[in-house]
């Protein structure tokens, strides 16, 4: 075990998650100016000053308050969206392949439907009826990722259960449900991890797509998704507003998905016992 | 005159070797029409386009007024009930029939018809308002109008955008079933083709019969200059503005915060104009908090309107707290007054009102083409300065419209669109609210002083009635109008004579220089 | 084969009926109406009235439903309450838009992003690997409404060379509606590009790691061999399946793309009846987006033995 050196993905996703995760504590308590406050005289300050170091938006609101505040609120919603997808999407799955049969058929037409339900409508109908807040965006992603989820499940299910290990956990006598959890599950963690950390991204995207089709949540209080989507008007004369959102964008994509791969080789059984 | 025409002439003969580009003009829209039936299936891109093609009796000028079209001249009886509209000679239809005061009955027939739809008809049928009792065509120049009584806005109505200007149309409009086929009008562009989701070309009409001056509103000067006239839709911003500056559109409407950054780019012309559309904070009176005045009078004192304005325009509109635009003959020093930036009062108001710091809640829409939300955000910063603590709530256009509709908010954000007569403007906003939600006004002494102002004509009797009504609603605070909406459009250099007038394009008297 | 055929467009039948009962429900949820809308802020309330008697709003929601439901059964999708077209015709005509711009960006992203990711995966954590990893992940993080305006504002504007806006459809002028559909085209291309790299990569790494690649390595084939008939075979199945999710998921979402270029397509179509509360439309291109989406996944699935041997379609 000595001298063991950890994965470079580890280490680097780890730093830039962790990064990312500190600064989204930090704006949930403080930040150096209050986001929302407006400041006519001071609108579209360059970054690079001492008063706003990353510069101010067409309020005159500070850019670095804001992306420090959206920096909660956009994982905050990211990580309730890709929890609630992930376990409802997971149960759905799991349960269907091993039933098989009518259940299988009913639990796969109900999926099949919500798939092929464009998330926008999707979206815009949850958020009437739930309210335009971040949790109709939860429900909403939520409800349009689930049937990903729970299709790469079944499929997993599907192709395993007839495999060697899979059919002598059965001769021995275990019960479906421990079969399914032990053997089964496991095998479902490498793909479902790759596609958390991809539908993380997905739910940051989504979430601005959805601001700039004038479908998403803009509240005054700011998220990566819509300060980058309102930042489009400006891209010629002020393109810190949308390169700096973008940025803490993408480097969270990369970092999670950095992070996400490091988790799987080790959570892979076959990879147990290898490390 | 014959040195001018061979002028003309020449310059004809040049300007025919230059490619097809130079005589179109292409302009962008922000959704596609809804179709070619004048005042019948209609939003404001679609009333645009129509207003080329067709022309009504009456039209408005530039002011709010109402002007001759296709009639010259317009004689109203002693009693205030019989309409004499003298028909211009000469005026040709686009398939080279002359316009008669047959064409004018048919076309009156046709939109009274229900199977019509025209979405005017109940303006004029006794339901919401006027009867018209009896059309005749006395000659084939003459058309008498008699109505159920005295009405000052019934020249208004029938040219209302909105109703199709209540084109005179020719019948060749309809197929033989009496179905839609497209408008066969006087208008000085005709209808080319219309690309569903694209654009609508519109041609150039020879044998327009123009008014003779500058335009003027929808009338006046109307000379199409242009051979062709492409409305191209163009539903993102940012891509407008790409086209303006790659040349592939010529003219368009931009939202404010472009200006900045197009007044500074040598590729476009910018036209500024104003428009009598109004931005207004709407108070909900029936909810437990605004019922009280001095709740709202304590908002309106919050509110730093010419910031307000200045941020929300990019500082190009003036604060206006009337409902009557500035342009209009009514716009006395009365209407210039409006309601007046005092903290420490609005402090004082809330306390009286009871205030406890609720949180109150401010709907708005998130509409590219209006600044609602820019100027709810800076509201709610405003009203943090004093102690009230506010929420955002930002939805899209048509849940906005069902909320405004049913009267289902606290305090609105919101945008009138233009109503050119003061009284149409003021009844836009007042009436009672258990028939009507929409209403935010309900104050039945009022709405006696508006009905008195709808029934006479006197100019300035009825300006005494809108002073006395503007006065009253500074008192009430039922509703806070900031300002009317800049009209900001931008062309390219290469076009000329482009005059944008309430938020619509206008093609003619408008050249591409090649 | 045909019965697997059969028997799948039968298990979509309840889809497409949970589709159409859901579709209709929620977007009456919705607040908003079409009549209302039309009129505006002028709206007086008898005309609103005869509207809604016109457009049949003023019935009871089950009866709309059943006098709609009917006219689906019999082919009829309804006319366009903005338009009063067809709602099929408008649907099929958008649809081939759409359609072309997506098949082509996905052909496209998939030549290049899979056999990428299978490389990638191959040198796992080599330095070739983070290269395709961090670049796929920055393509994957840059929204297409933002990439669109981009590639817009270098390549029509900047450098001149394609159009900024309008469009023309192949049947007119082959040579301009290439021009026309570049950019588009190569939005999403970029965009799935940075998608399809991490799947395939993924799954490439499954199967490299299963045993008979430990096998064949073991029996002493050369690595391009234990790759080539080993690996990457079975690696294309799973990621076959995705690209068929890819591209049903694509249809809903093109919206972004079209708005930026304005391009006359399904998702302009679908976001424009959703502002203006088109039901009869909002429904059509619903049913029509589902029942395609069934048939590329039949497509997707009845395809994949060909890929993945060991799987037999039941």
């Given at each position: 075990m000595t001298g063991r050196r950890l994965p470079p993905n580890l280490v680097i996703g780890g730093l830039i998650v962790g990064a990312v995760v500190a600064a989204a504590i930090v704006g949930a308590v403080w930040t150096p100016y209050d986001p929302l406050r407006i400041n006519y005289r001071a609108r579209f300050v360059p970054p690079g000053g001492s008063a706003f170091p990353l510069g101010t938006d067409e309020f005159g609101r500070d850019v670095l308050s804001r992306l420090l505040a959206a920096a909660a609120t956009s994982l905050w919603i990211s990580l309730l969206t890709v929890s609630f997808a992930a376990t409802a999407g997971t149960l759905i799955g799991l349960f269907s392949g091993f039933a098989r049969g009518w259940i299988d058929r009913v639990l796969m037409a109900f999926n099949d439907a919500l798939l092929a339900f464009p998330g926008i409508l999707l979206a815009l109908g949850l958020l009437a009826v739930v309210g335009a807040n971040k949790y109709g965006i939860v429900l909403a992603l939520g409800l349009a990722y689930a049937p990903s989820v729970a299709r790469v499940?079944?499929?997993?299910?599907?192709?395993?259960?007839?495999?060697?290990?899979?059919?002598?956990?059965?001769?021995?006598?275990?019960?479906?449900?421990?079969?399914?959890?032990?053997?089964?599950?496991?095998?479902?963690?490498?793909?479902?991890?790759?596609?958390?950390?991809?539908?993380?991204?997905?739910?940051?995207?989504?979430?601005?797509?959805?601001?700039?089709?004038?479908?998403?949540?803009?509240?005054?209080?700011?998220?990566?998704?819509?300060?980058?989507?309102?930042?489009?008007?400006?891209?010629?004369?002020?393109?810190?507003?949308?390169?700096?959102?973008?940025?803490?964008?993408?480097?969270?994509?990369?970092?999670?998905?950095?992070?996400?791969?490091?988790?799987?080789?080790?959570?892979?059984?076959?990879?147990?016992?290898?490390? | 005159m014959r040195s001018v025409r061979l002028t003309v002439l020449l310059a004809g003969l040049l300007a025919a070797p230059v490619g097809a580009s130079a005589q179109t003009l292409t302009i962008a829209s922000k959704a596609d029409i809804r179709g070619t039936n004048p005042g019948v299936n209609r939003d404001g891109e679609t009333d645009a386009v129509a207003f080329h093609m067709v022309e009504g009796l009456v039209?408005?000028?530039?002011?709010?007024?109402?002007?001759?079209?296709?009639?010259?001249?317009?004689?109203?009886?002693?009693?205030?009930?019989?309409?004499?509209?003298?028909?211009?000679?000469?005026?040709?239809?686009?398939?080279?029939?002359?316009?008669?005061?047959?064409?004018?009955?048919?076309?009156?027939?046709?939109?009274?018809?229900?199977?019509?739809?025209?979405?005017?008809?109940?303006?004029?049928?006794?339901?919401?308002?006027?009867?018209?009792?009896?059309?005749?065509?006395?000659?084939?120049?003459?058309?008498?109008?008699?109505?159920?009584?005295?009405?000052?806005?019934?020249?208004?109505?029938?040219?209302?955008?909105?109703?199709?200007?209540?084109?005179?149309?020719?019948r060749d409009s309809v197929n033989p079933d009496g179905s839609w086929k497209a408008p066969v009008g006087t208008g000085p562009f005709r209808f080319g083709e219309w690309r569903r989701g694209q654009s609508v070309t519109l041609l150039r009409f020879d044998d327009y019969a123009?008014?003779?001056?500058?335009?003027?509103?929808?009338?006046?000067?109307?000379?199409?200059?242009?051979?062709?006239?492409?409305?191209?839709?163009?539903?993102?911003?940012?891509?407008?503005?790409a086209g303006l500056q790659s040349g592939s559109l010529d003219a368009a409407e931009v939202p404010d915060s472009d200006l900045a950054e197009l007044s500074k780019d040598s590729r476009v012309k910018l036209h500024i104009g104003s428009t009598a559309a109004r931005h207004a904070v709407l108070f909900q009176t029936t909810d437990p908090l605004f019922k009280s005045a001095k709740m709202r009078q304590a908002i309106a004192a919050a509110l730093d309107v010419n910031e307000i304005v200045a941020i929300a325009s990019d500082g190009r509109a003036k604060a206006n707290g009337s409902t009557i635009n500035m342009r209009s003959p009514y716009y006395s020093a009365v209407q210039a007054r409006g309601a007046k930036h005092d903290p420490?009062?609005?402090?004082?108001?809330?306390?009286?009102?009871?205030?406890?710091?609720e949180r109150i809640r401010i709907t708005t829409n998130n509409r590219k083409s209006v600044p609602s939300f820019n100027i709810a955000v800076v509201i709610q910063a405003m009203l943090q300065n004093v102690g009230v603590a506010a929420d955002l709530e930002v939805v899209e256009w048509a849940t906005h419209m069902d909320r405004f509709l049913k009267g289902n908010y606290q305090v609105m954000v919101h945008s009138y669109s233009s109503r050119l007569d003061p009284a149409l403007s003021f009844e836009h906003f007042m009436g009672p609210k258990?028939?009507?939600?929409?209403?935010?006004?309900?104050?039945?002494?009022?709405?006696?002083?508006?009905?008195?102002?709808?029934?006479?004509?006197?100019?300035?009797?009825?300006?005494?009635?809108?002073?006395?009504?503007?006065?009253?609603?500074?008192?009430?605070?039922?509703?806070?109008?900031?300002?009317?909406?800049?009209?900001a459009w931008a062309t390219t250099r290469r076009v000329e004579g482009f005059t944008p007038w309430e938020g619509s394009a206008r093609a003619w008297e408008t050249s591409v220089r090649p | 084969?045909?019965?697997?055929?059969?028997?799948?467009?039968?298990?979509?039948?309840?889809?497409?009926?949970?589709?159409?009962?859901?579709?209709?429900?929620?977007?009456?949820?919705?607040?908003?109406?079409?009549?209302?809308?039309?009129?505006?802020?002028?709206?007086?309330?008898?005309?609103?009235?005869?509207?809604?008697?016109?457009?049949?709003?003023?019935?009871?929601?089950?009866?709309?439903?059943?006098?709609?439901?009917g006219n689906v059964l019999a082919g009829d999708l309804g006319r366009?309450?903005?338009?009063?077209?067809?709602?099929?015709?408008?649907?099929?005509?958008?649809?081939?838009?759409?359609a072309q711009i997506v098949v082509a960006a996905v052909l496209f992203a998939s030549l290049v992003a899979v056999p990428a990711g299978m490389v990638a995966a191959w040198r796992q954590n080599g330095p070739l690997d983070v290269a395709v990893v961090a670049l796929s992940t920055l393509l994957l993080s840059i929204p297409t409404f933002w990439l669109g305006l981009l590639l817009l504002l270098l390549f029509g504007l900047k450098l001149g060379w394609l159009p900024v806006v309008g469009y023309v459809s192949f049947g007119e002028d082959p040579w301009r509606a290439l021009l026309y559909i570049v950019l588009p085209v190569a939005t999403l291309f970029l965009h799935e590009i940075g998608v399809l790299v991490r799947m395939a990569r993924a799954s490439t790494l499954e199967v490299l790691r299963l045993d008979y690649i430990t096998h064949a390595r073991a029996k002493g084939l050369s690595e391009g061999a234990v790759l080539w008939r080993h690996a990457f075979r079975n690696a294309f199945g799973p990621t076959w399946t995705l690209i068929g999710l890819v591209l049903g998921n694509l249809l809903g979402g093109i919206a972004v793309v079209e708005t930026v270029f304005t391009i006359p397509g399904l998702g302009r179509l679908l976001v424009d009846a959703i502002f203006a509360r088109d039901y009869p439309v909002i429904q059509g291109c619903l049913l029509f987006v589902a029942f395609t989406y069934v048939m590329v996944n039949l497509v997707v699935d009845l395809l994949y033995p060909v890929f993945d041997p060991r799987v037999a379609l039941e």
């Open positions: 499940v079944r499929g997993t299910v599907l192709s395993l259960r007839e495999r060697e290990f899979v059919e002598a956990s059965r001769v021995m006598g275990n019960s479906e449900a421990f079969t399914m959890a032990r053997h089964i599950l496991p095998n479902c963690v490498a793909p479902l991890t790759v596609l958390a950390t991809s539908m993380f991204g997905w739910v940051l995207l989504a979430e601005s797509a959805l601001s700039f089709l004038g479908l998403g949540v803009p509240p005054p209080a700011p998220t990566w998704g819509n300060m980058l989507a309102a930042s489009r008007p400006f891209m010629g004369q002020a393109v810190w507003l949308g390169v700096l959102p973008g940025l803490c964008i993408s480097l969270t994509l990369l970092g999670i998905n950095l992070l996400g791969d490091a988790v799987r080789d080790r959570l892979d059984p076959r990879m147990r016992g290898v490390a | 039209a408005y000028q530039e002011g709010g007024t109402v002007g001759p079209m296709l009639a010259e001249a317009v004689e109203l009886s002693s009693d205030g009930r019989t309409y004499t509209f003298r028909l211009r000679k000469g005026v040709k239809f686009h398939n080279g029939a002359e316009m008669t005061s047959a064409d004018v009955l048919w076309s009156w027939n046709r939109y009274m018809d229900p199977k019509t739809d025209w979405r005017c008809r109940s303006e004029f049928d006794g339901r919401s308002g006027i009867k018209v009792e009896a059309v005749e065509a006395p000659d084939p120049h003459t058309v008498t109008m008699r109505i159920d009584r005295p009405q000052s806005l019934f020249l208004d109505s029938l040219a209302r955008p909105d109703c199709g200007m209540t084109g005179i149309l020719h123009a008014l003779p001056g500058k335009p003027d509103g929808l009338t006046g000067g109307k000379r199409p200059l242009v051979r062709e006239v492409r409305f191209l839709v163009v539903p993102d911003p940012s891509t407008v503005k420490a009062l609005a402090r004082k108001l809330l306390a009286e009102a009871g205030y406890k710091g258990d028939k009507q939600p929409r209403k935010v006004w309900d104050d039945p002494e009022a709405q006696a002083l508006l009905e008195k102002a709808t029934a006479i004509s006197d100019a300035e009797e009825r300006q005494k009635i809108f002073d006395r009504l503007h006065e009253r609603m500074l008192d009430d605070m039922p509703l806070l109008i900031l300002f009317n909406p800049i009209d | 084969m045909l019965r697997f055929a059969l028997n799948r467009i039968a298990m979509a039948v309840p889809t497409l009926l949970i589709m159409a009962v859901s579709v209709f429900a929620l977007i009456r949820l919705i607040p908003g109406d079409p009549a209302s809308l039309m009129l505006g802020d002028l709206a007086d309330p008898v005309s609103l009235s005869d509207l809604r008697a016109r457009l049949g709003l003023d019935r009871s929601l089950p009866e709309q439903f059943a006098i709609w439901f366009s309450i903005t338009s009063n077209q067809p709602v099929l015709a408008l649907v099929l005509e958008r649809f081939s838009v759409s």
